[in-house]
T-cell receptor, first 116, second 117 residues
């Protein structure tokens, strides 16, 4: 069975600090997808990134960057120079490539609080 | 509409009553998912639709829960004889429905907050 673990339940930083969110996953499949979603106080889950298991290249998008390491089954997320608007709960999720849909298995989420 | 919409946004009901939650997916998306978010259980998958069929219902917690989808579009999640443990936010997501490979990205609606008194 697949499992996603986000060990950090809450992180508090001061604006402009960098923050790294850890995500460790378990799956028996060789083909799978990893995701990060942001859930701001409004409640709607916002898609941030999708990464497939064959592509270990790290990715940067503005202040966001992701580090995928298959050897340690980790897919960590860094926010550089954090801003108050980054305050949210962030979820890591895993999807296995199967014919019957791609249901997501979520981690428990990490609440990020950015103080001004 | 541009995104996934859900109604109602909030629902308060009494224990034992039936409730219906509605999801309108993004136009053209053939895949639709229901999830539940609760304090104790986190985010859990409930059911997946491809078109009007539900190939994966493995996450439905009991036979009090059912869902249908009509016209390959709107979906309704029904909870019969609600219990207090059903209190949660019910999230709907849709995706283009590309076959296999996990290539789909799911886009979520704002959720329905259900409170069972």
């Amino acid at each position: 069975a697949q499992k996603v673990t986000q060990a950090q339940t809450e992180i508090s930083v001061v604006e402009k600090e960098d923050v790294t969110l850890d995500c460790v996953y378990e799956t028996r499949d060789t083909t799978y997808y990893l995701f990060w979603y942001k859930q701001p106080p409004s409640g709607e889950l916002v898609f941030l990134i999708r990464r497939n298991s064959f592509d270990e290249q790290n990715e940067i998008s503005g202040r966001y960057s992701w580090n995928f390491q298959k050897s340690t089954s980790s897919f960590n997320f860094t926010i550089t120079a954090s801003q108050v608007v980054d305050s949210a709960v962030y979820f890591c999720a895993l999807s296995e490539a199967k014919a019957a849909g791609n249901k997501l298995t979520f981690g428990g989420g990490t609440r990020v609080l950015v103080k001004p | 509409g541009a995104g996934v919409s859900q109604s109602p946004s909030n629902k308060v009901t009494e224990k034992g009553k039936d409730v219906e939650l509605r999801c309108d997916p993004i136009s053209g998306h053939t895949a639709l998912y229901w999830y539940r978010q609760s304090l104790g259980q986190g985010l859990e998958f409930l059911i997946y639709f491809q078109g009007n069929s539900a190939p994966d219902k493995s996450g439905l917690p009991s036979d009090r829960f059912s869902a249908e989808r009509t016209g390959g579009s709107v979906s309704t999640l029904t909870i019969q004889r609600t219990q207090q443990e059903d209190s949660a936010v019910y999230l709907c997501a849709s995706s283009p429905g590309l076959a296999g490979w996990g290539t789909d990205t799911q886009y979520f609606g704002p959720g329905t907050r259900l409170t069972v008194l």
